[in-house]
C-alpha cells in the first residue's frame, strides 16, 4: 500500500511519502497544484479546471521517480495516464487494463509560415538561445534540410544522440511534424516539442497523433 504525504490536498492526486527527489520539477510545470517543503512536494491544491489537469498529467510525465499517483477512477484520466507510460501511476490497476500504452509522435498544428524550413527556422528561435547550467547551448541544431515542400532538423541534448524531425504541411495552413528516435527518448522528446509549440505566437490546434489517430482523426492535444 503506498502512503501519501500527509500534506497532500485530499483528492485523487498525490506524492507519495519519502518518494521526492526535490527536482523542483512539478512546482514548475503546475506551481498553482504543487508546493514543498523541506522533506519534498505535495499536492496543495486539487486541479479543478482543465488547465490545472493538464499541467498535473504533464508533471507526472516529467517526474523522474514515479512520486505523483493517480488514486481516482475518472476513466479518461486513468487512460491518459496508461497511454502515456505512465499507467505504474493509478493505484487501482485493475481500472486501467482496458488501455495501452501509445507512442503519440506525430503532431499537427496551425501556424502562419512560406514553407516548412521557415517553420522550423521560428520553431526554434527561442530554444536555439537557452543555455545549459554549464553555459553551453542547452541544445544542439544540424542545419535545415530541404526535400521538396518538406523540411527536417536533427536536434540533440545529450551526447551524440540527434533526433529527426520532419516538417511537412497540409490543407488550411496546417503543419504536420514527425518525431524520429536515435533511442527510446520519445516521451522527452514529444514533451519537448509540445513545449516549443504552445510557446509559438500563433500556433493554434495542436493535435499529437499515432499514425492510426491520423488517419481516423483521432488524437488529442498534448502528447501525454
Known sequence: ????????????????????????V???????????????CFIIKQPDSPDE???????????????????????????????????????DRTLTREFEEKFR???QVAFTSSSAASFLTTLIAEPKTRLGYDQKPRYR???????????T???AWYEDKFHV?????????????????????LRGLS??????LKALPGATGIRWTTEEELRTGGGQPSPY
Open 105 to 107: 509522435n506525430i503532431v
Open 53 to 91: 489537469l493538464e499541467q498535473v498529467l504533464e508533471a507526472i510525465n516529467s517526474q523522474e521517480a514515479g512520486c505523483i499517483r493517480y488514486r481516482g477512477e475518472t476513466r479518461e484520466i486513468l487512460r491518459r495516464l496508461v497511454e502515456s507510460g505512465e499507467g505504474e501511476s493509478c493505484d
Open 165 to 185: 524531425v520532419t516538417v511537412s504541411e497540409g490543407q488550411s495552413g496546417i503543419w504536420t511534424l514527425r518525431l524520429k528516435l536515435s533511442d527510446s527518448a
Open 141 to 151: 541544431f544540424k542545419p535545415i534540410k530541404k526535400a521538396g515542400a518538406a523540411a
Open 191 to 196: 514533451r519537448l516539442i509540445h513545449e516549443w
Open 26 to 40: 512539478p512546482l514548475h510545470v503546475a506551481p498553482l497544484n504543487f508546493d514543498a517543503d523541506e522533506e519534498q
Open 1 to 24: 500500500m503506498v502512503e501519501a504525504y500527509f500534506k497532500n490536498a485530499a483528492g485523487d492526486f498525490y506524492v507519495e511519502a519519502g518518494c521526492c527527489l526535490s527536482c523542483g
Open 153 to 155: 532538423i536533427e536536434l
